[in-house]
């Protein structure tokens, strides 16, 4: 996650994806590339933010599409950095296609679609639908991974998870579920990642583009392993590391590949000694650490410190479904 402080709303968003694009064009890509963005915002501020940041990627990226961002209200890392943004991007090589489907709109590029669905519960979860069976894949079956932030995480949880199947043992998506602040007229936003067709085919609506299930907690699209919310109680998130890594060796792969993870606490006065266990567990004993962010939110779990939402990359030995896609790198 980029943070930066500004004077302005617009000087902040300016700096923000100024580093955004430093770090892309370390890797080889650049803002064009970007498919995808989460951003917080101060409370009130997220319709704010979100046109702030559309305003400024509009004029970098001169009628390219614009990744899919979903904004939430929450505190970020640090008290004074009330906007940040971190964002996930595909290497060039493959040309990125922008969908939209109701109040869904999503960027897919390399088999993959990154998404965001916003509005009523029904509203999202039918546009979300409508969406990646537009880029050719089976519906709600075709998404790999949610992470849904939700105005009352109690009151609609479980409808969510029933809707999506998790919560009844059909092969749904990977969630992890948060409360959190939402522009006007939103019970909920849905930042999904879909498995579509490399080739760009939409309409069909025929395939689920080859996801694996491995268990609840973990499903394989691509080249990546997907992991819902791991739940830490202790403040430094150990038994939620060792949550982690129990669930990606079900998929073949450990602690050492994972490349991202969005860390939720419930006390932002303790990011700290999340700090120190993430320090422990990655940088000290399975390097190198991957890119992270830290929001403050609420989550279904009501004596939990953290929620830890990752994602892995699987070794080229075990990709039975997706040899044909040769270089599925994605800057994270």
């Known amino acids: ?101 109701g109040s869904a709109y999503g960027v897919s590029a390399r088999g993959l679609l990154h998404l965001e669905s916003s509005g009523t519960l029904d509203v ?78 939409g309409g069909g609506g025929s395939s689920n583009g080859g996801i694996e299930h491995h268990s609840k907690e973990v499903v394989v699209a691509r080249r990546f392993a997907f992991v819902a919310g791991q739940r830490a109680r202790l403040t430094n998130g150990t038994d939620g590391f060792d949550a982690l890594e129990q669930a990606l060796s079900i998929a073949g792969v450990g602690l050492s590949d994972v490349l991202s993870c969005l860390f939720f606490v419930t006390d932002q006065a303790q990011v700290f000694d999340l700090f120190d266990g993430f320090f422990d567990v990655f940088n000290a004993k399975h390097p190198p650490p991957p890119t992270r962010a830290e929001l403050q939110a609420e989550t279904e779990c009501g004596d939990c410190a953290v929620m830890m939402r990752c994602i892995a990359a699987m070794p080229a030995a075990v990709e039975l479904t997706t040899a044909e896609l040769p270089g599925q790198e994605m800057l994270v």
């Open 1 to 101: 996650a980029m943070m930066e402080y500004n004077d302005t709303l617009a000087e902040t968003t300016q700096a923000e994806l100024k580093d955004v694009r430093d770090i892309a064009e370390a890797a080889g890509a650049g803002l064009e590339d970007l498919v995808d963005c989460l951003a917080n915002a101060p409370k009130g501020g997220a319709a704010a933010v979100r046109r702030a940041f559309e305003r400024a990627l509009a004029a970098k990226l001169k009628g390219a599409a614009l990744p899919a961002l979903t904004v939430v209200e929450a505190p970020g890392e640090y008290a004074y950095f009330n906007v940040s943004i971190s964002c996930v991007a595909a290497l060039p090589g493959t040309p990125r296609r922008a969908l939209r489907a």
């Open 124 to 201: 999202a979860l039918h546009s979300l639908e409508h969406l990646v069976r537009k880029a050719g894949a089976s519906g709600l079956h075709g998404v790999a991974e949610c992470t849904a932030f939700l105005q009352d995480v109690r009151r609609d949880a479980p409808l969510l998870r029933r809707a999506l199947g998790s919560g009844t043992g059909a092969r749904g998506p990977v969630l992890t579920v948060l409360q959190a602040g939402l522009e006007v007229g939103k019970a909920v936003a849905l930042r999904c990642v879909a498995a579509v067709p490399a080739n760009g085919a």
